[in-house]
């Protein structure tokens, strides 16, 4: 006899078999972040496939083992691939929150957040030894060239 079977008693002669559900999960995508893992969770929400994420608590206490893990995975049941495949095609999921929707000054969309904050903070670290906080909080825009600040959004210029 062996040794499990010893241990736990012989087998049942009427063996129940492990019934695997038609509707496994499987993963639909993978992200490096917690918070991109719930944005294309709630996108799929509002589609009507329910998803769940797996290995979100390992990020937010190890963010370094992210990627030896495979990151966070959002998975659905396999009956709706064919609706999350419509859903992610309709509205790619492409977050940027450097985009500002249009420049007061032109009414241009072509705008972006200016990304000086990480370039100082990194200059601070190498001549003082210690990185200094710089934040800056304002928008340039592509086709007049002007810069504000999103808090303090001047009134649109209409003498242009």
């Known amino acids: 006899m062996p040794p499990l079977q010893a241990r736990f008693g012989k087998q049942r002669e009427g063996k129940v078999k492990k019934q695997i559900p038609s509707n496994q999960l499987i993963t639909v995508a993978r992200f490096s ?12 929400a509002a589609g009507g496939v329910e998803s769940f994420i797996l290995d979100e608590y390992m990020v937010q ?60 903070s990194f200059l601070s670290m190498f001549i003082i030894g210690c990185p200094l906080p710089v934040a800056k909080n304002y928008y340039t825009c592509k086709s007049c060239e002007k810069s504000w600040n999103e808090n303090k959004r001047p009134a649109k210029d209409t003498a242009a």
Not at 33 to 44: D, P, V, Y
Not at 77 to 90: A, G
Not at 95 to 110: L, T
């Open 61 to 120: 206490m190890d963010w370094l083992i992210s990627n030896a893990i495979g990151g966070v995975r959002v998975q659905i049941s396999e009956k709706d691939l064919e609706h999350c495949k419509q859903i992610v095609q309709e509205a790619p999921f492409e977050p940027d929150a450097n985009i500002c929707a249009y420049c007061p000054f032109c009414g241009s969309e072509k705008t972006k957040k200016e990304t000086l904050t990480r370039r100082l």
């Open 33 to 44: 972040t917690t918070e991109e893992a719930h944005l294309f969770r709630l996108q799929l």
